[in-house]
């Protein structure tokens, strides 16, 4: 296991695995607290890197104009899709 996060698509990749390990439930409670550890800083990274990308998204109005995303991408997970 890096220490050093390389892109978006790692960190969710290890972090994948990471979850499966944890979840199989026969590691020692040191390794299970390293695990998690490791884990919370690569959900950190990726929602970091999420907020960021969600903060470049642009889209063009019919003048043509530069404009920030719809409200709609803001939306809670709570709310059902419509």
């Known amino acids: 296991m890096s220490s050093k996060i390389k892109d978006f698509e790692s960190a ?16 020692s409670l040191d390794t299970s607290l390293e695990l998690f550890e490791r884990g919370v800083k690569l959900s950190r990274y990726c929602h970091q890197r999420l907020e960021e990308a969600e ?28």
Request: charged share 45%.
């Open 12 to 27: 969710i990749g290890e972090l994948e695995t990471l979850v499966k390990q944890l979840e199989a439930g026969d590691l």
């Open 55 to 82: 903060r470049r998204i642009e889209v063009l109005n019919e003048r043509g104009e530069v404009r920030p995303a719809p409200d709609a991408l803001h939306a809670d997970d709570d709310e059902p899709d419509r």
